[in-house]
């Protein structure tokens, strides 16, 4: 069975410290997304990885795909209150559908 | 501007009843996909579409149904088989054959029954 875990599912973390959040995915991808909700909300695009040790970064946040470790890590650098979302990460099935494997998502809260 | 309409925002379900869900794109994309949401929970695919006229059912698809009669449209039809409807509705899209790109998300449809 196809599987996409997070952890942790819910984070609470002071603003200015740093931590990581865990992707991992059980089929054979060199395809990962990491998509941000904010509640209520619809999801949001944040980084595209594409190969064995790709690393893409957008302000506090940086993510990296290791293709072999089937791992990805989305890292956030000296936390704000404004990155108090959902985070999911979702794999790209390598057969020949068109079908995505989200994970469990990630809730994270940023406190003052 | 290229992108997604889901419409309604809010709908509401009586008994017995079956709603329609109304999901449309302008991007050119090939797939399309429905998506349930259950209050913070994760996402779980009812139906997606590679082409037209083709659609397959994903892990939940009991209760649902869809058609996909034109590229820009992929109908959702809640259906009164599906006893526990309230949840947030999430209509997706991707390029389908051009690989290496993310999903593009409407702005959900959230069903409620009275």
């Known amino acids: 069975e196809l599987k996409v875990e997070q952890n942790p599912l819910f984070l609470s973390m002071q603003e200015g410290k740093n931590y990581t959040i865990y992707c991992n995915y059980s089929?054979?991808?060199?395809?990962l997304y990491w998509y941000r909700q904010d509640p209520g909300k619809s999801l949001e695009s944040l980084f595209v990885?594409?190969?064995?040790?790709a690393v893409k970064q957008e302000g506090r946040l940086m993510a990296s795909l290791d293709t072999k470790a089937r791992l990805s890590t989305l890292h956030i650098t000296a936390a704000v209150h404004d990155l108090s979302a959902t985070y999911f990460c979702?794999?790209?099935?390598?057969?020949?559908?068109?079908?995505?494997?989200f994970g469990t998502g990630t809730r994270l809260k940023v406190l003052a | 501007d290229g992108g997604i309409t889901q419409s309604p925002k809010y709908l509401f379900r009586k008994e017995g009843q079956n709603v329609t869900l109304s999901c449309e794109q302008n991007?050119?994309?090939?797939?399309m996909y429905w998506y349930r949401q259950d209050p913070g929970q994760g996402l779980r695919l009812i139906y997606y579409?590679?082409?037209?006229?083709?659609?397959q059912k994903g892990d939940i698809a009991e209760g649902y149904s869809v058609s996909r009669e034109k590229k820009e449209s992929f109908p959702l039809t809640v259906t009164s088989a599906q006893k526990n409807p309230t949840a947030f509705y999430l209509c997706?899209?991707?390029?389908?054959?051009?690989?290496?790109?993310?999903?593009?998300f409407g702005d959900g449809t959230r069903l409620s029954i009275l």
């Open positions: 997706a899209t991707s390029p389908g054959r051009v690989r290496n790109q993310p999903q593009h």
């Open positions: 089929t054979t991808s060199d395809r």
């Open positions: 990885l594409l190969s064995n040790g």
């Open positions: 979702a794999v790209d099935i390598t057969s020949g559908t068109y079908k995505y494997i």
């Open positions: 991007l050119n994309h090939d797939a």
């Open positions: 579409s590679q082409i037209v006229n083709d659609f």
